[in-house]
């Protein structure tokens, strides 16, 4: 094999990562229902699994970037790829739900280990700014497959009843693609040299870690058992939690230690007002999927599979809007996300006047489904350019790096909130009544939530460049 194959083989090694991290959010969107029963779990037990999954994530990314700096990208690469597919196999296997949430946890820690080093090695492997583009495309097409692929088999597999339960598929299915990308990773990718300069904010993980625990754990259990008295003071102490990790970040700067995130980016006012409205973009994103498989399943009755095809639809959207949108936004600068953003609600407003029973039309319901991914589409591929845009070149990195942990706990969030409103209302009752009323609140304060996004957007100052028309 020449080095040019070698080189883009290497591109489809490393894509894997973003290939299993995105598909293992998306494909148990849809199996909530199934999962519940599996693992004799509660509604709280449910918002765990996608919401642990986000904060191992979100508290480790930036950490993950240095330790592939620090003990080279493939080594890093190769030990993050075995503890996602191990930690997989523990879901997979999972008997109670406190086995799979702890397991969830460790595959978004993993996550966060294998993600920067796909994308460090993209730029590395791809020097040259035209092969970079085609490379960092086809990266993004891969995620934005998985994203598609996840909820077909989030809805297929758990109707598949095999030699186990077919939702336990959902997890076992990362083995054989997790070992693959291993074993081709450690006979094709080139090391990358350890740099041991610095160290690691160890103390900052921590911290960010703990609060981020403290603030989304009592918001989802908390609800269930009535609000006790830890659930107050853990909501209070997050906030606490979280001032003190700004001054301890703030005071590291101030001695030229290394901190996990530069405090310095938040005297930019783009930023700022770009990460508010990622906020409450992300706090739709999946609070979406949840309450509507939910609804859809348990409610209107449902089957997984032919849920999991109707969201195919909703993907297919946000696929195509996404490849269209990109060079608009060159052109017409962020008008194209806030018109991405009122498809959303339009579509959302639909999704309430038109998500009455099981007898709704399905040409009908496609249509809002795509409609909805048309919007996303729009939005999300730019949302991290319009956040960025006045960050200077040398704070880049760290700039992406934070703009990824806000956005995993921003979905974190949203599942806490959301959730909570639709659980909260739904109470104990199971009538079709119950379950519409309890969705039409929750999917009304994603609206709300979409408007303060579109707030943010516009008073976000336009590039000039996208004024301009170049």
């Not at 097409?141 to 009843?161: E, K, M, R, T, W």
Request: proline share 4%; glycine share 10%.
């Amino acid at each position: 094999m020449n080095r040019l194959q070698v080189k883009w083989l290497s591109l489809l090694i490393v894509s894997s990562s973003v290939f299993l991290a995105v598909i293992d959010i998306f494909i148990v969107n849809v199996a909530l229902p199934s999962i519940r029963k599996g693992v004799n779990g509660t509604e709280s037990d449910m918002q765990l699994i996608i919401a642990l999954y986000l904060l191992g994530y979100a508290s480790f990314l930036i950490t993950g970037g240095r330790l592939g700096d620090h003990y080279g990208r493939k080594k890093v690469f190769i030990t993050a790829m075995l503890l996602f597919t191990v930690s997989s196999l523990l879901c997979g296997l999972a008997q109670t739900a406190f086995q799979l949430n702890t397991a969830r946890f460790v595959q978004g820690v993993s996550a966060a280990f294998m993600i920067p080093q796909g994308i460090s090695y993209i730029h590395i492997l791809f020097p040259e700014h035209k092969e970079r583009i085609k490379a960092l495309g086809i990266y993004g097409s891969i995620a934005g497959s998985a994203s598609v692929i996840g909820q077909f088999l989030g809805g297929l597999l758990p109707d598949i009843h095999w030699v186990v339960e077919g939702w336990r598929l959902l997890f076992l299915i990362n083995l054989p693609l997790g070992l693959a990308a291993a074993l081709l990773a450690a006979r094709y990718l080139h090391d990358t040299p350890p740099q041991q300069s610095g160290r690691f904010d160890i103390s900052g993980v921590m911290l960010l870690t703990t609060a981020l625990f403290a603030l989304v754990f009592p918001l989802i259990r908390g609800r269930e058992l009535g609000w006790p008295l830890w659930s107050i003071l853990s909501l209070a102490g997050s906030i606490l939690l979280l001032f003190l990790f700004a001054y301890d970040q703030r005071r590291k700067l101030a001695k030229q230690t290394p901190p996990l995130i530069n405090i310095r980016l938040f005297s930019y006012r783009d930023f700022n007002i770009g990460l508010c409205a990622v906020l409450f973009y992300f706090m739709v994103q999946d609070s979406y999927f949840l309450i509507n498989a939910i609804f859809m399943q348990t409610g209107l009755g449902f089957s997984s599979s032919e849920t999991g095809i109707l969201f195919v639809f909703q993907g297919v959207g946000y696929v195509v809007a996404s490849l269209v949108s990109i060079p608009l936004v060159k052109r017409y600068g962020k008008r194209v996300l806030q018109g991405g953003v009122v498809m959303m609600m339009l579509s959302l407003v639909m999704h309430v006047l038109f998500f009455r029973s099981d007898a709704l039309p399905r040409p009908v319901l496609l249509a809002t489904l795509f409609f909805y991914g048309t919007g996303c589409g729009s939005v999300l591929p730019s949302l991290l350019t319009m956040a960025l845009k006045s960050i200077p070149v040398h704070f880049a990195g760290a700039a992406s790096g934070t703009f990824s942990t806000f956005q995993q706990t921003s979905v974190a969030l949203g599942i806490g909130v959301v959730g909570g409103i639709f659980f909260s209302i739904l109470g104990s009752q199971t009538s079709v009544t119950a379950y519409l009323g309890a969705y039409q609140t929750a999917t009304a304060v994603n609206i709300l939530f979409l408007l303060l996004v579109s707030f943010f957007l516009f008073i976000l100052p336009e590039e000039k460049e996208a004024r301009t028309g170049s």
